[in-house]
């Protein structure tokens, strides 16, 4: 009820309006899938993760999904931070944390790590079959790390394959019929291509900018740090606080220099080297595939261009030949017989002139290829 000049007035229940706040479920949506391949769901804050995985405020961020990062592979002092469009996770040396779980697309990758991360736990115990030894011994973050690109890489894959499918029909019909309907449902699908083709080069970016730093793949070697950095200024019982990542990086790198002397390993990113490669070779054939169905695209935007040039020239021939046909009796149309060979040559050298000119301009502004 609501007083209105001392009347009682009755308030109409669907004008209330109900403001409810933001909750913050999303963003506590975690999975931890351990060495074992145990899950279990994890409902904390981010204070929580920070502290778990011990890494910045910044790093976190990234995975955040109501904002735009690009795909990225973060090596960090104990973890791996790893945003590969829908597979934002966190890897340490013992477990996997996967954001949004309940997602379509992550759901498969959450079966995929509880059936082989472990493996490795096997092999130790003496239960691995001998053709997988070579796999055993791979350290846990690796295994985990291969599922990612594996599934990442599978999924564009797939988007491709969609994209293919539906695009090339799209073009043969366009060739053999140009229309509105046709031109719009090609412009539909040079937009999700575009859009596809930007997605699959930030991958691609990424495993190639790790590849070309040995630094920053020796900082995804987990395990290696944590055997390494047993000291005693790093106790279990100490807590942790947040630090410049900047120092823990360069403590991290001269920490490696260090282990990398004494032990005199000098190919120490082999093994991961080795894993990216064979992902960036998979990601850019997925490019590569993406860029044949631009070039055929390109090829029939050409194709069109050089038969509206040559229409515009033929129609200048075609109105030629009208104003000559027009049935008028015109005085001069009389005894001039022999003006038709050159009114023909030279309406023909014009529109001739006319369509190397159009097709030079085209090729100046690149709209053709040379």
Not at 27 to 54: E, F, P
Not at 224 to 249: D, H, Q, V
Request: net charge negative; aromatic share 6%; with cysteine.
């Amino acid at each position: 009820m609501a007083q209105n000049n001392g009347y009682m007035v009755p308030v109409d229940p669907s004008a209330v309006v109900t403001v409810k706040k933001k909750t913050p479920q999303s963003s506590r949506n975690w999975v931890s899938i351990n060495a074992t391949g145990v899950s279990s769901a994890l409902d904390v804050d981010k204070y929580a993760i920070m502290h778990r995985v011990q890494i910045h405020a910044r790093d976190l961020r990234i995975l955040d999904p109501n904002l735009s990062y690009p795909s990225t592979i973060l090596g960090r002092e104990r973890a791996i931070v790893l945003n590969l469009e829908h597979i934002k996770a966190i890897i340490t040396s013992e477990e996997v944390l996967l954001r949004d779980p309940s997602d379509e697309n992550v759901i498969p990758v959450v079966a995929e790590l509880q059936r082989r991360l472990p493996v490795g736990i096997e092999a130790h115990h003496g239960q691995g079959d001998g053709d997988n030894g070579e796999d055993d011994e791979s350290p846990f973050e690796f295994r985990a790390l291969e599922v990612a690109l594996e599934a990442i890489c599978s999924f564009l894959a797939a988007r491709t394959t969609e994209l293919e499918t539906a695009a090339y029909p799209a073009l043969d019909e366009l060739t053999s019929k140009i229309s509105s309907r046709n031109l719009d449902r090609v412009r539909k699908l040079k937009s999700a291509m575009t859009r596809l083709t930007a997605r699959v080069q930030k991958v691609r970016d990424e495993l190639e900018q790790l590849l070309d730093d040995d630094d920053d793949m020796a900082d995804l070697y987990l395990s290696r740090k944590l055997s390494s950095a047993s000291s005693p200024a790093s106790s279990p019982g100490e807590p942790w606080y947040p630090t410049s990542p900047t120092i823990g990086s360069k403590i991290s790198r001269a920490s490696r220099a260090s282990l990398a002397t004494v032990r005199g390993d000098e190919n120490d990113v082999e093994e991961l080297e080795m894993l990216l490669e064979a992902y960036f070779m998979q990601i850019d054939s997925t490019l590569n595939r993406l860029t044949t169905l631009d070039n055929h695209r390109n090829q029939l935007i050409q194709l069109e261009l050089v038969l509206s040039s040559g229409t515009v020239c033929l129609s200048i021939y075609s109105l030629v030949a009208g104003i000559f046909g027009m049935n008028i009796p015109y005085t001069w149309n009389e005894g001039h017989g022999y003006m038709f060979k050159y009114v023909v040559i030279l309406t023909g050298t014009l529109c001739a002139v006319v369509f190397v000119m159009i097709m030079s301009y085209a090729r100046y502004k690149g709209l053709v290829g040379s």
